[in-house]
């Protein structure tokens, strides 16, 4: 197996290195720099076999839409699910012409029905606009999976960053009006913000503002860490080596409280060399440690 970050070249490598531990201090301008590190890599990244359907519509508003990414000769293709990120007011299901695809690409190479949403963002739709999305975005998995050849009774959604806290905000806040469905047998959570905080070195918190609202007495109770230890719901919490400050804080947190709930703690990773971006532009790569995970909490963890 390729260790994290062997595959890229040399100097790619090396300026990685050097990104990871000042990755707060310009997290836009290493963000873009490390989307263009990954770009030739995927470029060249394997998409044979698989068929692409792009911006269905799974409601009214124009950024309800998802693509759709079917291996071919699927039949009965449990279904991925895929909420991007974008510190709650930006942020689209393509941020360039390989990512996020990339991620819905390697998982239907493996076999799973793939469906890569964008949903309504701050100021405009506030809290809990993307949990509802989400619950939109699996209503519509539910009544047309099979027109894709994917089963509607499989369905696992993974969240990065702000879709992490989209995902989380579906399965866990009792105040979030649309309840997780009972065809949803998994949720990975990939350097999310798990927690809602306008610290002062939170380098999103006008974002934060913008999406929970002004009023801070609110931010505990709106928080998936407050209400996780009441869910069931098998989870997998991945954070990157070098985050934005406090994700992978919270996400510690997170695998904490729920692995107290339960007496036993949940899938949990680390990945070393990794930051917040690279976590999910490496995807379809022939570096495999945290979709090999991911793929085996689903067979082992959330299928009957």
Known sequence: MVRPLENLPEDARRELAAIGPVWGRNIQGHRDRVLELYRPLLARA??????????????????????????????????????????????????????????????ARHGYLGLNIEYRLAPEFKYPSGAEDVAAAVAWAGQHAREHDGDPERIFLIGHSAGGTHVAAYAYDPDVPARPSPVVKGIVLI???????????????????????????????????????????????????????????????????????????????????????????????????LGGEIRDFFATECEP
Do not use: W
């Open 191 to 289: 350097s999310g913000r798990l927690r809602v905080d306008v610290l002062p070195d939170n380098p999103n918190a006008s974002a934060v503002r913008a999406y929970f609202g002004d009023d801070e007495s609110q931010y505990e109770p709106r928080s998936p860490v407050t209400h996780a230890a009441a869910s069931r719901l098998p989870v997998f919490i991945a954070i990157a080596e070098y985050e934005n400050p406090y994700l992978d804080v919270y996400g510690a947190e997170l695998c904490y409280r729920i692995a107290a709930a339960r007496g036993r703690a949940p899938r949990f990773l680390r990945l070393p060399r990794h930051n917040h971006i690279s976590m999910v532009a490496h995807f379809n790569t022939e570096e495999d440690l």
């Open 46 to 107: 394997p998409k044979a076999g698989v068929d692409v359907a792009r911006s269905m519509s799974y409601g009214s508003h124009p950024r309800q839409i998802l693509d759709v990414y079917r291996p071919s000769g699927a039949k009965s293709a449990p279904v991925v699910v895929f909420v991007h990120g974008g510190a709650y007011v930006r942020g689209d299901k393509d941020v360039n012409d390989e990512v996020y695809a990339n991620v819905l690409y390697y998982f």
